[in-house]
């Protein structure tokens, strides 16, 4: 989609929101981009269920015109085809008649449990919260005429094609829509939005191919959504992995449920909404790769109540500070040949307080750090924490133990990315692609897997990348601080003679403290002029 036209949307639906707070007008808006989506995508197949009645050499064909009213209200002939069945008054051109009434947040509270009732996969998730909203009456109704003008069906003048192009339309309007929140309501906005350009770094090296995808700490399921992106770039099918996703808030965990029924995916992301240290909705879950965005530093995750847990193979982690069990918990949950890619804090990599230095130690020696990212800052909207990458790996033997790839064991790869990105905004950075190929390629070439087309051996590269055997990590106390190891940037020699360049540069500031001295006192003299003397 046009970027010029999401702003547009944007700044519209943002215009209207008027004194209400972000983080509830986010559910109303998410909810009728919702409800257009599953409205569009009905009506689609509707126009194809009406061609194949009519087609006397299809499958579906209905000689008696008379027939065709009926067929198309049968429930079987959309969900046949993955799309979900929305009753009459639910539908949005019913919607959009009534959008002027002053119950209209009530009417569309109405078809939306009519919707749950008709569609088990979506029991207990969309929320339903539009009779009771706080906007200024009318402001409803504007935005249900705001959302109609996102077409996504073909030849509606929006660039929308009608089926696979539709979902990925309003995939992008949720996706932009989600980034802009998490720009309104800072710090809490955070909570449950990670930059896709950091998704993006952790998906191309782990690179998801097939199998079981697992996000202990889902939030509105940018990781899974990247990860589709990821297997149709490289041609492989969706229909190859498995979701499984856990998220303790309600409301977002409502928000990931919409965001991947939008594309299409079957996820299980458990039973309800739940704390994923204290009611694990996947015990017995073996992930082959693990995606994750825990919270930074949380101290009150009760952790004096899991000291024997099972999970904690490494150490029991402090109660004061959950990154450990985090990485335990992932490691926990990981196949035999399992990968993972976790976003911490940057005190991670190197914290001794309480016993954090013993579990990394633990860990390292353990051989199950793989690859360890120091991220530039101002990367994330929600904080200014440093931040890094944790690439964990079960199994480092590559194609010795029937995986892909060199055998690695007993080595570590760090990667300094401070340097990498560019400023989106004045306060926050993002990776362009070609920082995130960077990265990635890297990875790859380092444990000769051949993915993402890295071709070439790997190399160090001083001030970027180096690989590190778990020897010289010892001498370092364990800590993994990229910046520990790689080095300095090789520094580029101008040629120019020392003593020139210095009588230069020395010349260069007499001039600017000569400029400055003049500068000074203009503005002594102009102050004097009007009673203020300095």
């Given at each position: 989609?046009?970027q010029?036209?999401?702003?547009?949307l944007?700044?519209?639906?943002?215009?209207?929101?008027?004194?209400?707070?972000?983080?509830?007008?986010?559910?109303?808006?998410?909810?009728?981009?919702?409800?257009?989506?599953?409205?569009?995508?009905?009506?689609?197949?509707?126009?194809?269920?009406?061609?194949?009645?009519?087609?006397?050499?299809?499958d579906?064909h209905?000689?008696?015109?008379?027939?065709?009213?009926?067929?198309l209200?049968?429930?079987?002939?959309?969900?046949?085809?993955?799309?979900?069945?929305?009753?009459?008054?639910?539908?949005?051109?019913?919607?959009?008649?009534?959008?002027?009434?002053?119950?209209?947040?009530?009417?569309?509270?109405?078809?939306?449990?009519?919707i749950?009732?008709?569609?088990?996969?979506?029991?207990?998730?969309?929320d339903?919260?539009?009779?009771?909203?706080q906007?200024?009456p009318?402001?409803?109704?504007e935005?249900?005429d705001?959302v109609?003008t996102?077409?996504?069906?073909?030849?509606?003048?929006?660039?929308?094609?009608?089926?696979?192009?539709?979902?990925?339309?309003?995939g992008e309007?949720?996706?932009?829509?989600?980034?802009?929140f998490?720009?309104a309501?800072?710090?809490?906005?955070?909570?449950f939005?990670?930059?896709?350009s950091?998704?993006?770094?952790l998906?191309?090296?782990?690179?998801?191919h097939?199998?079981?995808?697992y996000?202990?700490?889902?939030?509105?399921?940018?990781?899974?959504?990247?990860?589709?992106?990821?297997?149709?770039?490289?041609?492989?099918?969706v229909?190859?992995?498995s979701?499984?996703?856990?998220e303790?808030n309600?409301?977002?965990?409502r928000?990931?449920?919409?965001?991947l029924a939008?594309?299409?995916f079957?996820?299980?992301?458990?039973?309800?909404?739940a704390?994923?240290?204290?009611?694990?909705?996947?015990?017995?879950?073996r992930a082959?790769y693990?995606?994750?965005?825990?919270?930074f530093?949380?101290s009150d995750?009760?952790g004096?109540?899991?000291?024997?847990?099972k999970?904690w193979?490494?150490?029991?982690?402090?109660?004061?500070?959950?990154?450990?069990?985090?990485?335990?918990?992932i490691?926990?949950h990981m196949?035999?040949?399992?990968?993972?890619?976790?976003?911490?804090?940057?005190?991670?990599?190197?914290?001794?307080?309480?016993?954090?230095?013993?579990?990394?130690?633990?860990m390292v020696?353990a051989?199950?750090?793989?690859?360890?990212?120091?991220?530039?800052?101002?990367?994330f909207?929600?904080?200014?924490?440093?931040?890094?990458l944790?690439f964990?790996?079960?199994?480092?033997?590559?194609?010795a133990?029937?995986?892909?790839?060199?055998?690695?064991?007993?080595?570590?790869l760090?990667?300094?990315?401070?340097?990498?990105?560019?400023?989106?905004?004045?306060?926050?950075?993002v990776?362009d692609?070609e920082?995130?190929?960077?990265?990635?390629?890297?990875?790859?070439?380092?444990?000769?897997?051949g993915?993402a087309?890295?071709?070439?051996?790997?190399?160090?590269?001083?001030?970027?990348?180096?690989?590190?055997?778990l020897?010289?990590?010892?001498?370092?106390?364990?800590?993994?601080?990229?910046?520990?190891?790689?080095?300095?940037?090789?520094?580029?020699?101008?040629?120019?003679?020392?003593?020139?360049k210095?009588?230069?540069?020395?010349a260069?500031?007499?001039?600017?403290?000569?400029?400055?001295a003049?500068?000074?006192?203009?503005?002594?003299?102009?102050?004097?002029a009007?009673?203020?003397?300095?």
């Amino acid at each position: 989609m046009n970027q010029d036209l999401k702003k547009t949307l944007w700044a519209a639906a943002d215009k209207l929101r008027s004194s209400m707070d972000a983080a509830e007008y986010k559910h109303i808006v998410l909810g009728l981009i919702f409800l257009k989506y599953i409205s569009d995508a009905f009506d689609e197949r509707r126009v194809q269920l009406l061609a194949a009645f009519k087609d006397e050499a299809g499958d579906l064909h209905l000689p008696d015109a008379a027939d065709h009213a009926g067929a198309l209200e049968e429930r079987d002939y959309y969900t046949m085809a993955s799309v979900f069945w929305v009753p009459a008054p639910a539908r949005w051109e019913a919607i959009r008649a009534l959008a002027k009434q002053a119950d209209i947040g009530v009417r569309i509270d109405a078809a939306l449990e009519a919707i749950e009732a008709d569609n088990p996969r979506l029991k207990g998730i969309l929320d339903k919260r539009f009779g009771r909203t706080q906007l200024e009456p009318g402001k409803l109704g504007e935005l249900v005429d705001l959302v109609a003008t996102i077409g996504f069906a073909g030849g509606d003048g929006h660039g929308g094609q009608g089926g696979h192009r539709a979902k990925d339309l309003l995939g992008e309007v949720y996706e932009y829509f989600l980034g802009q929140f998490a720009s309104a309501e800072g710090k809490k906005g955070g909570q449950f939005y990670t930059p896709a350009s950091v998704v993006k770094v952790l998906v191309e090296v782990l690179a998801p191919h097939h199998g079981r995808v697992y996000d202990p700490c889902c939030g509105s399921g940018g990781m899974f959504v990247q990860s589709e992106k990821f297997i149709e770039a490289h041609g492989g099918k969706v229909e190859d992995i498995s979701i499984y996703g856990q998220e303790a808030n309600p409301t977002t965990w409502r928000l990931v449920a919409m965001n991947l029924a939008i594309r299409g995916f079957a996820a299980d992301l458990g039973k309800e909404p739940a704390d994923t240290f204290h009611r694990d909705q996947h015990p017995d879950l073996r992930a082959d790769y693990v995606l994750a965005n825990p919270p930074f530093n949380i101290s009150d995750w009760g952790g004096e109540r899991l000291a024997e847990d099972k999970r904690w193979m490494h150490g029991a982690p402090p109660s004061g500070n959950a990154n450990y069990a985090w990485l335990q918990h992932i490691l926990h949950h990981m196949s035999p040949r399992g990968q993972a890619g976790v976003v911490l804090a940057n005190g991670s990599m190197s914290s001794n307080q309480n016993n954090e230095g013993t579990i990394r130690k633990a860990m390292v020696d353990a051989d199950v750090v793989d690859v360890m990212v120091a991220l530039p800052p101002q990367l994330f909207i929600n904080t200014q924490i440093p931040a890094c990458l944790w690439f964990l790996a079960k199994d480092k033997r590559g194609a010795a133990g029937g995986g892909k790839g060199r055998d690695r064991r007993g080595e570590v790869l760090f990667i300094d990315a401070r340097k990498l990105g560019r400023m989106d905004t004045r306060v926050n950075r993002v990776f362009d692609d070609e920082d995130v190929a960077r990265v990635a390629t890297t990875v790859h070439r380092w444990r000769g897997d051949g993915e993402a087309g890295a071709g070439g051996p790997y190399a160090d590269v001083p001030g970027f990348c180096r690989a590190v055997k778990l020897a010289e990590i010892a001498e370092h106390g364990h800590v993994l601080t990229p910046g520990r190891y790689v080095g300095a940037e090789a520094a580029e020699d101008d040629d120019e003679v020392f003593n020139e360049k210095m009588e230069r540069l020395t010349a260069l500031l007499a001039e600017q403290m000569a400029k400055g001295a003049e500068l000074d006192t203009a503005i002594r003299q102009r102050l004097g002029a009007i009673g203020y003397a300095v």
